[in-house]
């Protein structure tokens, strides 16, 4: 499985932005990129997904590079409630060995400040 | 409804017990999962059911025996752990197992003395 590179943790102030990196230097073409976050004592919650374009939806925008080597995902205005680990994982797609897999990677662990 | 529920949310077993998690889902979803977490570490996937059938294994010891009974319903028979298993072990299941979202229950702590 194509691995993904993240820092292990960043700080934000409340009502900041919040751009939280990704490298996937290995990612294949079929590869879709992943966003999921874990909040304290909850299981995992998708937050965005995109292949090359870049995405936006109620919680996040997500940049992807041209190159689809690194991506980057947006909160726009950071709450105490967005205070996670924040997993970027790749997704094969369908008729791929990973089909249906979920990898996930270290995270980052995103801490916001009031 | 958009939940995945699992029981029980804590339990406390002994090497030689035989034990149950469940996993329950009312959204339609054919594909289903589980997923093992250790203390601050990520999420490993154990296994994947598609349409109720074993899609993929990943290589998990035979103490652990996941069946489907029906598409809504998920559980994860356990026999002999080990004091490593003690972990905390997530269901999760999407329309598909191609599907974009998967949707995770809050998980189940285990505890094996």
């Known amino acids: 499985d194509a691995k993904t590179t993240q820092p292990n943790s960043m700080e934000s102030n409340e009502e900041e932005p919040v751009h939280l990196p990704c490298n996937h230097s290995t990612i294949s073409g079929t590869d879709y990129i992943h966003w999921y976050r874990q909040l304290p004592s909850q299981g995992p919650e998708y937050v965005i997904h995109g292949l090359t374009s870049n995405v936006n939806n109620r919680m996040a925008s997500l940049a992807i590079a041209e190159d689809r080597k690194s991506s980057t995902l947006i909160l726009h205005r950071a709450t105490l409630r967005d205070a996670a680990v924040y997993y970027c994982?790749?997704?094969?797609?369908?008729?791929?060995?990973?089909?249906?897999?979920?990898?996930f990677g270290q995270g980052t662990i995103l801490t916001v400040h009031p | 409804d958009t939940e995945v529920t699992q029981t029980p949310k804590h339990l406390v077993m002994g090497m030689t017990n035989k034990k149950s998690l469940k996993c329950e889902q009312h959204?339609?979803?054919?594909?289903m999962y589980w997923y093992k977490q250790k203390a601050k570490k990520p999420p490993e996937l154990m296994f994947v059911y598609s349409y109720e059938k074993l899609s993929i294994n990943e290589s998990v010891p035979s103490r652990f025996s996941p069946e489907c009974p029906n598409s809504s319903l998920l559980n994860l028979h356990l026999h002999a752990l080990q004091p490593e298993d003690s972990a905390l072990y997530l269901c999760a299941s999407s329309q598909r197992a191609v599907s974009y979202e998967q949707y995770f229950g809050p998980g189940t702590r285990l505890t094996v003395t």
């Open positions: 959204m339609g979803h054919r594909a």
């Open positions: 994982i790749l997704k094969g797609g369908a008729g791929g060995t990973s089909y249906g897999k979920l990898t």
